[in-house]
């Protein structure tokens, strides 16, 4: 099954603090994954895509095959990136995404 | 460059009623697909398609059709609304394999 878990719904962290959003996958071939995050009640945007291994507002993401793995990491969380995450996984030749059910990252001064 | 346009943003229906979602892109993108947007679900593909004249079906495709007779256009039809149906749908469009999806704005449905 081609299925994306995200354990955490919520994921409550100071400002400055590190984050880290974990994000599991299940596929059987070489996947494609991105993250998305969702400002309070806004469209979702691409924030990273795990082939251009590139840093989007402090945030990174490495794809680690053997724990079929793809966290969100930033260093130093701020108040703004408070926002719901989602990972998400290209499935089948269709090119359509599965996404993960989400978590809400909440920054709090 | 408007990206990805959904009309209507709000929408209430009665039970039984049907309508069309629609859905727009001007990047010339070839893969479109509809998804609804439901607390604690995350999001669910109900159908893609990956060209004018290609469509699938994705895990929620119940209720659902669509067609795509143009690159630009791909509208989501409620065929007999239910108040299942309730929900944010989003429409998204993607170019190259691996540029990502653009997301439209949604379409904020309630079935009663």
């Known amino acids: 099954a081609q299925r994306v878990t995200q354990p955490e719904k919520l994921l409550s962290v100071f400002k400055g603090a590190p984050v880290e959003l974990k994000c599991n996958y299940s596929?059987?071939?070489?996947?494609?994954l991105f993250w998305y995050v969702q400002y309070s009640r806004q469209r979702l945007q691409l924030l990273l895509r795990h082939i251009s291994r590139e840093s989007i507002k402090g945030f990174t993401a490495d794809l680690n095959k053997g724990e079929t793995s793809f966290h969100l990491k930033k260093p130093f969380a701020q108040e703004e990136d408070s926002a719901m995450y989602y990972c998400?996984?290209?499935?089948?030749?269709?090119?359509?995404?599965?996404f993960g059910k989400g978590t809400s990252l909440l920054v709090t001064p | 460059n408007a990206g990805v346009t959904q009309t209507p943003k709000f929408q209430v229906l009665k039970t039984g009623q049907s309508m069309t979602l629609q859905c727009a892109q001007d990047?010339?993108?070839?893969?479109m697909s509809w998804y609804r947007q439901d607390p604690g679900m995350g999001l669910r593909l109900i159908h893609y398609?990956?060209?004018?004249?290609?469509?699938d079906q994705g895990e929620v495709p119940n209720g659902y059709n669509v067609s795509r007779s143009t690159t630009e256009d791909f509208p989501l039809r409620l065929l007999s609304a239910a108040p299942s149906q309730t929900s944010v749908y989003f429409c998204?469009?993607?170019?190259?394999?691996?540029?990502?999806?653009?997301f439209g704005s949604g379409t904020r449905l309630t079935v009663v």
């Open positions: 398609s990956v060209g004018a004249g290609i469509t």
């Open positions: 998204a469009s993607s170019g190259p394999r691996d540029g990502g999806y653009t």
């Open positions: 596929y059987s071939g070489s996947p494609e």
């Open positions: 990047m010339n993108h070839e893969y």
């Open positions: 998400a996984l290209v499935i089948g030749s269709g090119y359509a995404l599965n």
